[in-house]
């Protein structure tokens, strides 16, 4: 043991009986370590270890010189590996940084304390990389300057006179001194950081060393030689001289992090010359330093390595870069492993794929996707749905090596477990310039703004900042998001709790939101403004106003101008003047078919026979925009919302109650205004003529899916009235079953005609719950099923999209909003298609209808077949793109209109002008094109930026939804659990692998390091991934189990919280449980 607690290398014995087990004392010894990690006498000790590495490096191997410090720290710890030293010691609890690559948390357990305490604390360890990792407190010139004279300006508790302005002028050299004395102090009688308050702010996070480490390793793979840098951020770990050299205070200058914007004529003129590249910012939310834009000709998205290479943008921004010279170009494995480099979507996934019932993901998104998959309201373009997220490649976490675990593996006779040959052996990364396009990711940085599409509001903790005697301390505290792609930011104590200050612990767990109000180049943290207190962590309601929040929804009271458009005598009645102008359908049968729970009924259905041994089959759709009128207050409003946003517990509509539930609603046995779609159709689908018209219709019966379920699967049972709901006096239960059969009938035949033509269908898993009628807590949850009167009510509405789509383009074929849906992503598409290679399956991924026929006709009915169908479904969902709203006078290509899942060539919405505001739009360009109404107002580019807001609303409402889903099923499991359920494997990683759990929809990643094992062992069986595990006996007498992990593999597992607020774990059962 060195004087700074540093664990030495074991001798040529300890290779040889395997390792020793200092474990708590190791784990002190780091503790201690990570400390120092700030002072000049740590990294002058780290600059010799490096250099003794190096030394040991070149005589026990002759590997090339010039590879980055991190690496040869790899090197030396590999050769330690080769000589049976890889035996991993069982941990209850996996290291966060596991997850997090980068030293996002801090490698203890997650406790409450943790949680609020670090969830964010990796902001400087990749805001500031190591070119500034000493200047975090000196910047307080930036954000910090700015609220301390916010703080004066709103009557701060404290006043800062001449003598604070010119201290915080002064360079970082003397005040880091200072700190570092205060911090030693501090920590000489603590040993720890001190309860809710914030190190980041005075000095460097303790986590910055296990970044150092963790981020290095992660980079093995990537384009960099010693000293160069990556999207901004330094990978090396720079040399003494570079260090001091870096570090020396620029008296009276201060030191910019992140480069300054470029002009907007500028950007222009490069966009133009098409030196620039404009997209999407998607932020990986689990490794919040990588992020990517789309490529412009749609292969592998370009890659932004860094915080100060993504230069202050936040996810979704609409961004512009530059893209960085090939040398800096990240290398791809040439086996496709390096997952990392993909995109990371959270949700803009396409929603013409999937079932009735879109659900979530994500998280993606593509780095993992999120865990949780919800069940969405019913939607008519869920034929859409599809899910983008790709696989997170598992960063190295440091080892503690034990010498009693390699007793054990050895007396199982295993073995020392060992990584695969090309690990052991690390070789020096091949140089970009000499390799094909195939093998690299281009990188960029971001250079300008576009567009904020991020609403700059977080939920988190706040705390105080370190230094107590520091004028900052009684000015600001730090705000830490729960979010780590949002920067934590400086915040007046003046919005804080009164008692803040004097009780900082009785926040610990307090959630806050804040507004980032500036983010300065010279500054790792953004200037906040606290906007109100939320409650306690972990809590539905707070944690539901937050995410709401968050993602931009608005949730206030409609404003009194908004309800002033509403028709005011009430009870209204529709006047005879608007009754002459429509078809009187009120005495036809026509009914609705919705959710049991929904108030919101925008679609009835009817069907009857003609003479002929015909149907005339109607699709009628509430008339919204009869009363939402263009340019009016509430059309301003309802096109800001956009989309109404379902929650598990409630909706946040997109119009007020009183339209959204009745003057709209198509309520039983009362009068409404509809627009209908009507046709004449033969028994087996085909479409003889169509109408178009506004109509008045009177439903007779309000029905849910089951009782419709009910009646396709008892066809001759006669139902009793108390089995139904109520039904109008003028239609009989009998006449309204024989509907729903003839619709039933019609709906199979039009949904067989549609895959033959070539459409395509991914069914999720997605998870629904029931509530406590009192306390709304989850008390189940289950896998929604989608049945035939699901598809029945499917089949229509995409008919009637259809054809309205047809009717405004040929009338409109300038001002038309349509909804397009592109092919998948080629190079994410080739990616599977190589894997469906690799394990043997045949699929045909010529288009989307050979797709969904491959899927639907290779398995078979049995469990097993079911299962890996769930896992390839989501996998297929990944490549898909997000099916997108726009103008058809701004995409002159006619073939970019198609819809590639549905397979048509014109697409839209018309069937849910309630919730949507793209319906009402199109509502209104259907009455044009009727000559009912005059010509819609707007112009080609107006509905082109709609249609965008709509997109990006549409989005939004779609992750909240997600998120909605994922904090509920974490309350559930924290309240009912642990819950056991069976899981099949979708991918394995070295030290880890993601299993999707078959009884709820979720997928879960499950870290060997949590699990009792006397060792595992990483190999490729061709080039399939496979995880050997090696479970401890559970009593002395008993022989270890080996078990082998790999794609398809049916494991049993346990979902266990964690402790903390909504987290939770999946842990494997021994094999011996197992059936």
């Known amino acids: 043991m060195d004087p700074l607690g540093h664990a030495r290398s074991a001798p040529a014995q300890g290779a040889k009986e395997g390792l020793s087990k200092p474990a708590v004392p190791q784990k002190n010894a780091y503790a201690r370590l990570v400390q120092k990690h700030h002072s000049g006498r740590f990294r002058s000790y780290m600059n010799r270890v490096a250099q003794k590495m190096q030394l040991e490096e070149s005589m026990s191997n ?68 190591l070119e500034v990792e000493e200047d975090c407190y000196g910047h307080r010139h930036g954000a910090a300057a700015d609220l301390l004279n916010r703080s004066d300006a709103v009557g701060g508790r404290v006043s800062t006179g001449p003598r604070h302005s010119a201290a915080l002028q002064k360079s970082s050299g003397s005040d880091e001194k200072d700190e570092e004395d205060t911090w030693r102090r501090k920590h000489k009688k603590r040993g720890r950081c001190p309860a809710n308050t914030d190190m980041a702010a005075g000095h460097l996070l303790t986590e910055h060393f296990s970044g150092d480490v963790l981020a290095a390793n992660a980079r093995r793979t990537s384009l960099l030689s010693a000293g160069q840098v990556q999207g901004g951020s330094y990978a090396a770990v720079p040399t003494s001289g570079d260090r001091k050299n870096r570090n020396k205070p620029a008296r009276g200058k201060k030191k910019s992090i992140f480069e300054a914007y470029m002009s907007k004529e500028d950007v222009s003129a490069g966009l133009k010359r098409g030196e620039l ?71 803009d996934v396409p929603e013409d794929m999937l079932g009735t019932w879109a659900p979530r993901e994500a998280a993606k998104g593509d780095a993992k996707s999120p865990d949780v998959i919800i069940e969405a309201q019913f939607d008519d373009d869920d034929a859409e749905h599809g899910q983008d997220h790709l696989q997170d490649t598992l960063a190295r976490d440091i080892k503690t090596l034990s010498l009693d675990t390699a007793e054990k593996v050895k007396a199982a006779g295993m073995g020392a477990v060992h990584r695969t040959k090309q690990e052991e052996v690390p070789k020096a990364t091949p140089d970009p310039k000499l390799l094909p396009d195939k093998f690299l990711q281009r990188t960029a940085k971001v250079v300008y703004i576009l567009e904020k599409k991020h609403s700059r509001a977080a939920t988190g903790f706040i705390k105080l900042l370190a230094d107590k005697n520091s004028e900052l301390f009684k000015k600001c505290a730090m705000f830490s998001p729960v979010d780590h792609r949002v920067p934590r930011a400086y915040v007046s104590l003046a919005d804080c709790p009164s008692d803040f200050v004097a009780r900082p612990e009785d926040y610990s767990n307090m959630l806050f939101i804040c507004r980032i109000v500036d983010w300065k180049e010279d500054s790792n943290f953004a200037s906040g403004q606290l906007a109100k ?38 009870p209204w009645v529709i006047s005879p003047g608007e009754m002459a102008k429509r078809r009187d359908l009120r005495k036809e049968c026509i009914f609705t078919i919705d959710p049991s729970t929904a108030k919101d009924l925008d679609d009835a259905l009817s069907c009857k026979q003609l003479p002929d041994g015909n149907f005339e089959v109607g699709v009628h759709i509430a008339d919204v925009s009869y009363f939402v009128l263009e340019e009016t207050a509430l059309d301003r409003v309802a096109s800001e919302r956009a989309t109404s946003v379902y929650l598990v517990q409630k909706v946040i509509p997109m119009l007020p109650k009183l339209l959204c539930e009745e003057l709209c609603s198509l309520n039983p046995m009362r009068d409404r205004l ?75 035949h039009l949904r067989k005609q549609r895959f033959i033509d070539g459409a395509l269908r991914l069914d999720q898993l997605k998870l629904s719950f029931t509530l406590d009628q009192e306390s709304g807590m989850p008390q189940g949850c289950y896998i929604y099923q989608y049945r035939d009167s699901n598809k029945l009510v499917e089949e229509f509405m995409l008919l009637a999209n259809m054809a309205v789509a047809h009717q405004i383009y040929r009338s409109f074929p300038e001002q038309a909003l349509l909804r397009r849906h592109p092919p998948p992503q080629s190079k994410l598409l080739n990616d599977l298609m190589e894997f469906c290679h690799q394990v043997g399956l045949e699929i045909d991924f010529s288009s989307a209808g050979s797709l969904h026929k491959s899927l639907n006709e290779t398995f078979g009915a049995d469990k097993y077949s079911e299962a890996r169908k769930e896992v390839l479904t989501n996998m297929f969902s990944r490549p898909m793109q997000m099916a997108l709203y726009f103008c058809t006078g701004v995409l002159k290509d006619e073939t970019l209109f198609r819809h590639y899942a549905l397979n048509v060539p014109f697409y839209t919405h018309f069937t849910s002008p309630i919730r949507r505001y793209a319906d009402v739009v199109v509502h209104r360009l259907l009455s044009a094109s009727l000559g009912i109404s005059s010509p819609i107002k707007m112009e080609k580019e107006a509905i082109q930026r709609q249609a965008e807001h709509c997109n990006d609303r549409k989005m939004a409402s779609k992750r909240v939804q997600e998120l909605s889903t994922d904090l509920f099923f974490a309350v559930f499991v924290r309240e009912c659990g642990p819950l056991e359920s069976e899981a099949m494997v979708m991918g394995v990683l070295n030290e880890a692998f993601d299993v999707l759990v078959l009884k709820f929809g979720v997928q879960k990643r499950i870290y060997c390091n949590a699990l009792p094992l ?12 496979e995880l050997t595990l090696m479970w401890e006996p559970e009593r002395p007498e008993q022989e270890s189990v080996s078990q082998e992990i790999t794609i398809f593999t049916l494991v049993e597992v346990v979902l266990r919280s964690d402790g903390v607020p909504l987290k939770y774990s999946a842990l494997l059962k021994r094999p011996s449980a197992q059936k």
């Not at 921004?317 to 791809?332: F, G, H, S, Y």
């Open 1014 to 1025: 006397l060792g595992f062992h990483f190999q490729k069986v061709g080039r399939k991934p």
């Open 277 to 347: 590249i404009q997209g999407p910012l998607r932020i990986n939310p689990k490794k919040y330093h990588e992020a990517f834009i789309p490529s412009p000709d749609g292969t592998r998205d370009i890659f932004i390595d860094g915080v100060v290479a993504r230069n202050r943008a936040l996810n979704g921004d609409i961004v512009v870069v530059r893209l960085l010279p090939r040398e800096q170009w990240k290398v791809i494995k040439p086996d496709g492993g390096d997952k990392e480099t993909e995109a990371t979507h959270e949700s």
């Open 62 to 129: 002759e590997h090339s010189s010039d590879l980055e410090p991190p690496l040869r720290r790899g090197l030396v710890k590999e050769n330690l590996a080769r000589n049976g030293l890889n035996v991993r010691s069982y941990s209850p609890v996996r290291a966060s940084h596991v997850e997090q690559p980068g030293g996002f948390e801090n490698d203890k357990p997650q406790s409450l304390f943790n949680r609020c305490l670090h969830r964010k604390n990796a902001s400087v360890n990749s805001e500031g990389d």
């Open 533 to 570: 207190s939320l409650g306690q962590a972990g809590e539905i309601e707070p944690e539901t106003e937050g995410i709401l929040t968050e993602y931009g929804v608005d949730f206030s009271d409609f404003s009194p101008e908004a309800l002033e458009c509403l028709p005011q005598g009430l």
């Open 674 to 748: 509809t627009f209908s779609v009507m046709w004449k159709v033969t028994p087996e689908g085909k479409i003889l003529d169509e109408w178009f018209g506004r109509t008045v219709i009177c439903s007779c019966a309000k029905l849910s899916y089951d009782h419709a379920q009910s009646m396709i699967e008892n066809p001759g049972k006669v139902f009793s009235p108390e089995e139904l709901p109520p039904i109008s006096p003028q239609h009989s239960v009998a006449e309204i079953q024989q509907a729903v059969l003839n619709l039933h009938h019609i709906a199979r």
